[in-house]
Nanobody, 119 residues
Framework: QVQLEESGGGVVQAGGSLTLSCVIF????????LGWYRQAPGKERELVAT???????NYADSVKGRFTISRPNAKNTVYLQMNSLKPDDTAVYYC?????????????WGQGTQVTVSS
């Protein structure tokens, strides 16, 4: 069974940095897209950043210039470097993968990792 494992969350002061990692285990193929989403208490889950196997990257406006998503060699590992963190960045961060096995596209989520930014 495909499993996404996130790590790297924690508590950091405003202005600090964290790096999140996500690894896909037991995948049946290379993910066409990997991304990070987050959900703060009382809010809906929102996109943070995504990267395709072709290298196309998309960021939420709220994190542009502060966060960097990377996917070495377009494999099934993705990182999120988060700099200049703000209290508003506090949330559970989830990794998401799209894996295609023609003709079906499968979507998988990790369990999430908590990021807390103190003011």
């Amino acid at each position: 069974q495909v499993q996404l494992e996130e790590s790297g969350g924690g508590v950091v002061q405003a202005g600090g940095s964290l790096t999140l990692s996500c690894v896909i285990f037991r995948s049946f193929g290379t993910a066409s897209s990997l991304g990070w989403y987050r959900q703060a208490p009382g809010k809906e889950r929102e996109l943070v950043a995504t990267v395709t196997d072709g290298g196309s990257i998309n960021y939420a406006d709220s994190v542009k210039g502060r966060f960097t998503i990377s996917r070495p060699n377009a494999k099934n590992t993705v990182y999120l470097q988060m700099n200049s963190l703000k209290p508003d960045d506090t949330a559970v961060y989830y990794c998401k993968a799209h894996i295609h096995l023609v003709p079906t596209a499968y979507v998988y989520w990790g369990q999430g990792t908590q990021v807390t930014v103190s003011s």
